[in-house]
């Protein structure tokens, strides 16, 4: 009975953040993301204009495009900006806000504050 009690109390507990992806990069719709953080949602897809540009490739290998980013919040104006997102794992990184859109991470993704791994 207590094992119950415990459930309940973890199914009542609410995501505040998350992320998926509605279409991949290269798919004939083009990439299209929906994010969301306490309040804020996000839309992450290709303008046309954007789309007939090629990657760019570091020399790590990576492979990345800007994307255009549209954050919604309740009774405040619409912010665009556009992020990098690496083509590989669809990751985009909102530099200018330190934070990062993972639509592949547990839980239902992941939009948030990004924590380097790099030091430097």
């Known amino acids: 009975m207590g094992n119950s009690k415990n459930n309940n109390f973890s199914n009542n507990l609410k995501k505040t953040t998350g992320a998926k992806l509605h279409s991949r990069f290269g798919s004939e719709k083009g990439v299209f993301i929906t994010a969301w953080n306490k309040g804020k949602s ?12 090629a990657p760019t490739t570091t020399k790590s ?41 993972n639509p592949s991470a547990p839980n ?5 504050k990004h924590l380097s791994k790099n030091y430097n």
């Open 61 to 101: 290998g990576k492979e990345w495009v800007q994307v255009t980013l549209v954050l919604s919040e309740a009774f405040k104006e619409d912010v665009i900006v556009y992020p990098l997102m690496n083509i590989q794992n669809h990751k985009v990184y909102i530099q200018e806000w330190n934070m990062i859109i």
């Open 42 to 53: 996000v839309k992450v897809f290709r303008s046309e204009r954007q789309s007939k540009n």
């Open 108 to 112: 239902g993704g992941y939009f948030g």
